[in-house]
Nanobody, 125 residues
Framework: QVRVADSGGKLAQAGGPLRLSCAAS????????MGWFRQALGKEREFVAA???????YHSESVKGRFTISRDNAKNTVYLQMNSLIPEDTAVYYC???????????????????WGQGTQVTVSS
């Protein structure tokens, strides 16, 4: 089982960058599909980005072109580079993981059994 720990949340200026990182414990990180979800106050949790065990990526339309998910298997870490931030990006961001033998990308909340504790990102205008 991979245990994920989110980090890097902070206050950011609109238009600026921020990088979230997620360190996963366990020896089999390379066999995990990983992803990021977010939940704004009063709204439902939504998919942000995902990366397959092989490194293929998919981003939601709301962040495409601004956010980039990546992984470093040697460091058991997945990243979310966020650029051109807007106030609407303010939310709690969750790192998620799923052990899998297939090359697919997963985008549903129920696809992932492993969730981090969440990290608050606040974008000021």
């Amino acid at each position: 089982q991979v245990r994920v720990a989110d980090s890097g949340g902070k206050l950011a200026q609109a238009g600026g960058p921020l990088r979230l990182s997620c360190a996963a414990s366990g020896r089999t990180f390379s066999t995990y599909a990983m992803g990021w979800f977010r939940q704004a106050l009063g709204k439902e949790r939504e998919f942000v980005a995902a990366i397959s065990r092989g490194g293929n990526t998919y981003h939601s339309e709301s962040v495409k072109g601004r956010f980039t998910i990546s992984r470093d298997n040697a460091k058991n870490t997945v990243y979310l580079q966020m650029n051109s931030l807007i106030p609407e990006d303010t939310a709690v961001y969750y790192c998620v993981g799923k052990e899998t033998r297939d090359p697919y990308i997963y985008t549903g909340t129920t696809d992932y059994p492993d969730w981090g504790q969440g990290t608050q990102v606040t974008v000021s205008s």
